[in-house]
């Protein structure tokens, strides 16, 4: 089966023709998510057709859209989407598909898909009890019991793991809520994360701005003190996040991907022991993984998610 995919985030969005297990050709075009959906749509639908065309006019069974919000699968619709595109729950999309494609559409959570790519080509394979994390520019999340994806009443299950609280005295999340892990451990809250920090102004980190957590871990590393109570911040608040998932999902495994694990050496053994000495799993231990497909996996979803193969 080949399919065209399209996986929107808050600054870019890559299209790409997709068959099983392997991507065969794909193109990234810049997304405004400030402007909205609608204006980008165009940009869209003249980047499928060319990937499409240049692969001799492949038979395709569909489009996947993965978005960066709350997505109803059955309605094929977008319910909320935390100020990135906000036009895009008044959008059509299944009909502006069909229009400019003529091909049907299915859409789902970023986070959703990714973890139903890692499963069918990742990380994931043979493993049907799964949470995935995702530490980027916010904290996506999803969550699969017995090889079936959890989508909820409202569409909300399992894709808002980075909207658990770690601290009820925290930070203000741009959900509404106190002290999420989004709110205190992501690149978009980084920076107020690292000017709250008493000795930042005068610190390595400071004098390489814009700060990212990829320069946070570099100075860690090299024994910068702020660039390390930063750094094992970030760490136990991502932490006790996957132990709220592990309690509230009961996974087997635990995939944690994003921009953010280019520094896994540093990250993933902290989350691999935290969650064996606070994960309350008396049937055993659960592991944790890095993701396998970096920026393809929610790409490689679409496959699965066409053929309904995580559908209740």
Same mark, same amino acid.
Do not use: Y
């Given at each position: 089966m080949k399919a065209? /995919?399209? $996986?929107? =985030?808050? &600054?870019?969005? #890559? +299209? *790409?023709?997709? %068959? !099983?297990?392997?991507?065969?050709a794909s193109r990234t075009v810049f997304a405004d998510r400030t402007i909205g959906l609608k204006p980008l749509l165009p940009l869209l639908a003249s #980047?499928?057709? *060319?990937?499409? /065309? %240049? /692969? +001799? !006019? *492949?038979? #395709? *069974?569909?489009?996947v859209f993965s978005f960066c919000g709350i997505v109803d699968y059955v309605q094929g619709r977008i319910l909320s989407t935390n100020a990135k595109f906000d036009d895009a729950p008044s959008l059509d999309l299944v009909a502006w598909c069909h229009e400019e494609l003529a091909l049907p559409l299915k859409m789902e959570n970023d986070a959703r898909l990714a973890l139903l790519g890692e499963w069918y080509a990742g990380a994931a394979r043979g +493993? $049907?009890?799964v949470v995935m994390i995702t530490l980027g520019t916010g904290i996506g999340g999803a969550a699969m019991s017995e090889g079936r994806l959890l989508r909820g009443k409202h569409s909300q299950a399992g894709c808002l793991g980075g909207h658990l609280p770690v601290d009820f005295e =925290?930070?203000? +999340? &741009?959900c509404g809520a106190i002290g999420c892990a989004e709110a205190e451990a992501s690149s978009v809250s980084l920076p107020e994360v690292c000017r709250s920090h008493p000795g930042f102004a005068s610190s390595a980190v400071a004098a390489e701005m814009p700060v990212t957590f990829e320069k946070l871990f570099h100075h860690q590393g090299q024994g910068d003190r702020v660039a390390q109570d930063i750094a094992n911040r970030c760490l136990r608040v991502w932490a006790a996040n996957i132990v709220g998932l592990i309690h509230a999902y009961d996974p087997e495994l635990v995939i944690v991907g994003g921009g953010v694990m280019k520094s896994a050496m540093q990250i993933l053994p902290f989350l691999q022991e935290y969650v064996q000495r606070h994960a309350w799993t008396p049937w055993g231990k659960v592991s944790v993984a890095s993701a396998a497909l970096g920026n393809s996996a929610a790409l490689l979803g679409a496959i699965p998610l066409l053929e309904g193969l995580a559908d209740p």
């Open positions: 065209l /995919a399209v $996986d929107l =985030g808050g &600054s870019h969005a #890559t +299209c *790409a023709l997709v %068959e !099983n297990r392997d991507i065969l #980047t499928l057709k *060319a990937i499409r /065309a %240049e /692969a +001799c !006019n *492949a038979n #395709t *069974a569909g489009v +493993c $049907d009890n =925290g930070r203000l +999340c &741009s």
